[in-house]
């Protein structure tokens, strides 16, 4: 079956580059709006938090119609937090709207996300946003977009994307710059058919929908979102439930439903290619298949990430409870929690002997933060754990939960970056730029050491510098961290050389360079650096990277460092060049030793 008259897209855009402006003019001219007052409401967004914070938290669905055809628009979150719902989220669609900011281009949420889409084999049309403004600058833009493509891998299919400019404020799009003074986004509504595929299955097959979202509704309960990937849907119909433990049970949906604009709309029956909303299914979860009652055929299971922070949440006890907020009981948190669980697919939420205290853990500080936040507005009142990060046992011994951060930061915050990322341990893997006067950095760091950095970052960048970060599978826990003043002379050896490197209190840092190469040598750039797990700044062919000794890359090992006198160190020197580095810049001169 050949579903012409259905396109499921995704919407991909680093935040602010426009695409709630661009989903809300798309609605609007899609005709299904006459009264603007109905727009009130923006089609993504929908919850303030987010739009405090800049981000997209849950995935949030539209849908329009253009000339017949029902496109199906689904929304990414950008954020790396919440990982695995964006792979979730892709696996609905065919393709996808990359939209960038026609002056800033593209920035880490447009990497992260089209990454993925390229990687689920999605094909992107580009929109060149905010080309109104004065600073754009399209042909800039997308050479830049067109390197990240390439940087990715796309494949030649993907590389052959249609670019649309548009202005998603004037409602206007066009296949060339500059824009036009009147138009409307034709030209966008036209690329989407032209280029995006429509969803093809075979609808007299056994019927296959794979529940990739959850969402809850008052009135009907929880609401399990999908996508048929083929056999047809009729309400009334008895369906298996197959459970991602191999476990099925038999179900009957007591309501199916599409979508119009941001309007939930009753159906009688779906079929290949159409993002359906089940109700009535209060077992379902994510990567559970609907499917056939006589034949059942579960796809396989699509997988969550697993919580790496834990904290405890309770019933404000103190005297003053009630004060601020409102006193609430515990049954009262009980039931919040458990409810956020039904949606927040990340999210996990246990009692504890306590029954004023609940745990609940999460993808990160932001992810339950965002969550703490919302309760608190809603009234409320609790008293919170310092949150901990979630070890694992395993035969190999215990685990502790990695990030790959990647940051991007104004060039003149490099230097004091690295140095808050210094003692938190984190192993520099690759640094460029990301447009003029930006520096990109990424990093593999515990989910640790990254405790509390955000609020660190934020305040470093003076609010300019941009994070995320996403899980990067587990390593062996390295044990507490123990102090090594920074400042301490350190010496490393390398497989080749014997290299040294000594700090004074002015964070100053003389790197000796040993006969053989390569060379890696560094000194101690945080307070908290212990011996047995060092974090240095390393020195290789003028670059700074930061490495840890368990991590060492190209398999040179780095023997425990241990702590040396400058009398000591001299004497071990047998090199005749010296770089001088501080944390800001490296500085290489010639220079004897004797
Ligand atoms: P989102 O975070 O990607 O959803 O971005 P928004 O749609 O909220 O847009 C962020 C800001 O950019 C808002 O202030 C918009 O008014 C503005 N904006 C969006 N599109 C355009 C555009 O085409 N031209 C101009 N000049 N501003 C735009």
């Known amino acids: 079956m050949e579903r012409q008259d259905v396109r499921n897209i995704a919407i991909i855009a680093h935040v602010d580059h426009g695409k709630t402006t661009l989903v809300d003019a798309m609605l609007k001219q899609s005709g299904m709006f006459r009264d603007p007052s109905q727009l009130q409401e923006r089609a993504l967004d929908a919850n303030p938090l987010e739009r405090e914070r800049g981000i997209t938290i849950l995935a949030k669905n539209t849908a329009i119609t253009y000339r017949g055809v029902l496109i199906n628009i689904v929304d990414t979150p950008g954020h790396a937090d919440f990982g695995g719902e964006v792979e979730r989220i892709l696996s609905m669609v065919d393709g996808a709207l990359l939209v960038v900011d026609a002056n800033e281009g593209p920035m880490p949420q447009t990497r992260y996300v089209l990454q993925k889409a390229l990687k689920a084999g999605l094909r992107p049309v580009v929109v060149l946003n905010k080309m109104d403004r004065e600073g754009a600058r399209p042909e800039e833009v997308l050479e830049a977009v067109l390197e990240l493509f390439i940087d990715l891998e796309a494949s030649d299919d993907q590389l052959d994307f249609p670019v649309i400019y548009a202005s998603a404020k004037a409602g206007i799009a066009s296949n060339t710059a500059p824009l036009p003074p009147e138009g409307n986004l034709e030209p966008l509504f036209e690329a989407i058919l032209a280029h995006i595929p429509y969803p093809v299955g075979d609808e007299t097959a056994p019927l296959q929908v794979l529940i990739t979202t959850l969402d809850h509704d008052d009135y009907v309960g929880r609401l399990a979102i999908g ?28 309501k199916l439903y599409g979508r119009i604009g941001l309007k939930r709309v009753e159906l009688e029956s779906v079929t290949v290619g159409d993002i359906v909303t089940l109700a009535g299914l209060e077992d379902a979860n994510i990567g559970d298949t609907v499917t056939d009652p006589d034949n059942p055929q579960p796809l396989p299971p699509i997988s969550v990430d697993e919580p790496t922070l834990t904290i405890l949440v309770g019933v404000n006890t103190s005297p003053f409870a009630g004060l601020e907020g409102q ?45 703490l936040e919302e309760m608190r507005r809603e009234g409320y009142e609790m008293e919170v754990s310092k949150p901990e990060v979630i070890l694992k046992e395993t035969p190999d011994g215990l685990m502790e939960p990695m990030e790959r951060l990647y940051l991007d930061v104004p060039d003149e915050y490099v230097g004091a970056v690295m140095e808050l990322l210094g003692p938190r341990r984190a192993t520099m893997v690759a640094m460029g730029q990301a447009g003029p006067g930006q520096t990109r950095l990424e990093f593999v760091i515990s989910a640790r050491g990254l405790l509390g950095f955000r609020s660190a970052f934020i305040n470093q960048t003076r609010g300019y510098g941009i994070m995320n970060h996403l899980f990067d599978g587990y390593q062996p826990y390295s044990g507490p961290i123990e102090e090594m003043p920074r400042g301490a002379l350190i010496a490393i050896e390398t497989g080749t050389a014997t290299a040294y490197a000594l700090d004074n209190a002015q964070e100053r840092g003389v790197l000796f360079i040993g006969p053989g190469t390569p060379v890696y040598a560094g000194m101690v750039v945080g307070e908290h650096s212990r011996p047995s797990d060092l974090e240095i700044n390393v020195c290789k062919k003028k670059h700074v990277t930061n490495m840890r000794s368990s991590t060492a890359e190209e398999g040179i090992r780095l023997t425990p460092p241990r702590v040396l006198t400058l009398d000591q160190a001299l004497e071990y020197v047998k090199s005749d060049e010296l770089v001088e580095i501080t944390p800001k810049s490296i500085r290489l001169r010639k220079a004897t030793l004797d």
Do not use: K
């Open 227 to 254: 996508r048929v990937r083929q056999g047809r849907l009729t309400l009334g119909q008895t369906v298996a439930l197959a459970h991602a433990d191999g476990t099925v049970e038999r179900v009957r949906p007591s």
């Open 327 to 371: 006193f609430i009981t515990s049954r009262q948190l009980r039931d919040r929690l458990f409810r956020e669980q039904q949606r927040n697919v990340a999210l996990r939420v246990e009692e504890t002997e306590d029954a004023d205290v609940f745990r609940v853990s999460g993808r990160g500080e932001l992810h339950i933060g965002i969550l």
